[in-house]
């Protein structure tokens, strides 16, 4: 094999290539009603996102293949679970409709600019790793709702929604500003 074709071959991506592939056998426990397993295979996925990048800078296996892959599987997890957890009346659908409207509004911004400027690096802001990561807590605490049921869950789920809303809002904005401040140099 050629150290070009290997070069992607590394620890930080096979971390990333497992939570991809745990998308879907987590969406089918959620929609099973298997709550336990979901939640626990969710904590999982979510954990190698944190294992991916800390890997990758402890090795020094920074590739481009682990730049584009890792928020793709980040986004296939978070939305193949909120999906879900709408689906099996978990969560709420516009708290759905909200996480989707941020990431579709981002994806068709990108396009624009690949399509009307020489931009090509969209690196990930601060605000959006924070979305993520309230976005996971948020996700964890309404299985864990849904698995004990007891007060406490009850009324810390539903007070994630509007920090969860708040970050996600507040990233889409973040990313919007960034996208202007990289425009007007072009």
């Keep these: 094999m050629s150290p070009r074709k290997a070069a992607w071959l590394n620890l930080p991506n096979f971390l990333t290539s497992l939570r991809l592939l745990a998308v879907p056998v987590v969406v089918f426990y959620i929609r099973d009603g298997q709550y336990w397993l979901a939640g626990w295979l969710f904590g999982a996925a979510a954990f190698t996102d944190i294992l991916d990048g800390a890997a990758a800078r402890w090795t020094g296996a920074n590739t481009q293949v682990g730049a584009y892959l890792d ?95 708040g970050f996600t809002v507040w990233s889409g904005l973040d990313y919007t500003w960034k996208g202007i401040l990289a425009y007007r140099k072009y």
């Design 71 to 165: 928020p793709i599987a980040d986004k296939c997890l978070l939305s193949g679970v909120y999906l879900a957890l709408a689906w099996a009346h978990i969560v709420p659908w516009w708290l759905v409709a909200i996480i989707f409207g941020r990431d579709i509004y981002i994806l068709v911004a990108v396009g624009i600019f690949m399509l009307f400027t020489p931009l090509r690096r969209f690196p990930p802001s601060i605000w959006g790793k924070v979305s993520t990561f309230v976005q996971i807590c948020t996700a964890v605490i309404w299985i864990a709702h849904v698995i004990f049921g007891t007060r406490v869950l009850t009324e810390l789920s539903s007070a994630m929604l509007w920090p969860c809303v």
